[in-house]
Nanobody, 114 residues
Framework: QVQLVESGGGSVQPGGSLRLSCVAS????????MGWYRQAPGKQREFVAS??????NYADSVKGRFTISRDNTKNTIYLQMNSLKPEDTAVYYC?????????WGQGTQVTVSS
């Protein structure tokens, strides 16, 4: 069983930055695919970014602004978010991809507003 706990959300003005963290209760390795998703009010959950090994993938809407990274020694995944826009407002979820059942965190709220 894996538990994922996100932190780092908050309120920020447009153009600001936040760094989200996701700590896994069990160990994670570079071979584990980890990702960030988000869900805005009234919308479906959507893919933001993922990482496996050193390979990363991003949604077009965040390319050039967000960076996903990992520190396996700390069992932690990060999402550095720069140049935030109001449309980035959402609950952000951490995900561990697994063959039988994916694991999700409880989410952390990010609000971008002036």
């Amino acid at each position: 069983q894996v538990q994922l706990v996100e932190s780092g959300g908050g309120s920020v003005q447009p153009g600001g930055s936040l760094r989200l963290s996701c700590v896994a209760s069990g160990s994670i390795s570079s071979r584990d695919r980890m990702g960030w998703y988000r869900q805005a009010p009234g919308k479906q959950r959507e893919f933001v970014a993922s990482i496996i090994g050193t390979w990363t993938n991003y949604a077009d809407s965040v390319k050039g602004r967000f960076t996903i990274s990992r520190d396996n020694t700390k069992n932690t995944i990060y999402l550095q978010m720069n140049s935030l826009k109001p449309e980035d407002t959402a609950v952000y979820y951490c995900k561990k991809f697994a063959p039988l059942s994916d694991y999700w965190g409880q989410g952390t709220q990010v609000t971008v507003s002036s």
